[in-house]
């Protein structure tokens, strides 16, 4: 695609509404969009079509398992999205697909198959930000503005960001070591729970009637570390394996309602400590207190944590919770922001088809598309 056509695309694309082939592929799910963007001021999803590996034998996603997943899957869901869709090639004026973080060769799948279309169908292609998907996708509704704070707590990431603008992106609270996703993974592991995504399974585990306050974990970074402003969840983990060492069990051979209660209380005794740290960075930073809330990721689909942060924060705004997991929606909307907040600048993407997949990458880092 030279650089001559990527102008005339742009221009053609300032004239009439533009449809979007979204591609996420950062890790196990294979997921595909196409919006619709009529005008500025709105934006509809036509299709969305997800498929994730099933990870339950292995207990967990092994890389070469998930890039034999996406090579199998991602054209044919492709090829699904835009026929169903009743979108022909020529009606795609835009493509965009995960740059990072994730695992490389996974990727590498979305990214490589995202270029190819790009020179086929002679459009622009904008390679995205995984994180900073999760923290747009509730803009695709109309809101928050710039500035915000952003809660991103996933199966890879916790932290706290203070959003300035698209690029400007700064972490006020991150994981010291593991995220609240790998967290609860491993302590439902514990319990016995079984499953593709155990966090999700474990909370479906829990009865309505179940008391959260039957078992008082210890909170991590507490004590003399209570000021630290940082998160921690590994500790649960800990206190989990201890408490089966203290009762010479096995977590999982215990009775169905303690289980229950053991699971109602390590999701309360995390999602304290999440408030608790975000208070605390509140009170050192009193310029941020009012900003409003967004909470994104996998686990922001968890009614109980929405529950909690509801109740202790003055303004949270959710994505729907279909759209908390991965997705393409979150990736489409994404670069049409990048896309669009460029002004239509050709020379911005118009060596995109160079860059490379990230596997980490920091969202304080985020810079805009080299030009």
């Known amino acids: 695609m030279t650089n001559r056509n990527v102008i005339g695309g742009l221009r053609q694309i300032g004239r009439r509404t533009y449809r979007v082939l979204a591609i996420e592929s950062s890790c196990d799910d294979c997921c595909v969009a196409i919006i619709n963007r009529p005008n500025k001021n709105n934006a509809y999803l036509e299709r969305h079509i997800k498929s994730t590996l099933n990870s339950c034998a292995t207990g967990g996603v092994i890389p070469t398992d998930a890039l034999t997943h996406h090579l199998s ?20 004026s835009l493509i965009c697909a995960t740059q990072g973080p994730g695992f490389y060769s996974s990727l590498a799948a979305g990214m490589q198959l995202s270029k190819g279309l790009s020179i086929a169908w002679n459009v622009p292609f904008v390679p995205v930000h995984h994180m900073l998907g999760h923290l747009l996708t509730p803009r695709f509704n109309g809101g928050p503005r710039f500035p915000f704070l952003s809660l991103l707590v996933s199966g890879g990431h916790t932290m706290l960001v203070h959003s300035k603008s698209l690029y400007d992106h700064k972490i006020l609270l991150n994981t010291i070591d593991i995220s609240v996703g790998n967290s609860l993974d491993k302590c439902a592991r514990l319990i016995g729970i079984r499953g593709t995504m155990l966090g999700r399974e474990m909370h479906q585990f829990i009865d309505k009637s179940t008391p959260r306050d039957k078992y008082d974990f210890i909170q991590a ?9 940082a998160f921690s969840f590994a500790h649960y983990v800990s206190v989990m394996q201890r408490m089966a060492k203290e009762l010479n069990v096995d977590l999982a051979d215990l009775a169905v309602e303690q289980r229950q209660q053991i699971a ?11 408030i608790q740290k975000i208070q605390l960075t509140k009170q050192m930073h009193p310029e941020i207190t009012d900003l ?3 909470c994104s990721g996998g686990v922001s689909a968890n009614m109980r944590l929405r529950q909690m942060l509801n109740d202790s924060q003055r303004e ?10 991965d997705n393409a929606l979150m990736i489409g909307w994404a670069g049409i922001e990048m896309f669009e907040n460029e002004k239509m600048d050709s020379s911005v993407f118009g060596n995109s088809l160079t860059a490379e997949p990230v596997a980490k990458w920091p969202l304080d880092e985020l810079v805009r598309p080299s030009r």
């Open 73 to 92: 899957k991602l054209a044919p869901i492709v090829n699904e999205a835009v026929r169903s869709s009743n979108t022909d090639n020529d009606k795609i």
């Open 221 to 229: 970074l507490d004590g003399y570390k209570k000021r630290v402003p």
């Open 264 to 274: 109602a209380s390590i999701e309360d005794s995390m999602f304290s400590h999440i």
């Open 292 to 294: 409003p809330l967004v």
């Open 316 to 325: 949270v705004i959710y994505p729907d919770p279909q759209w908390c997991t």
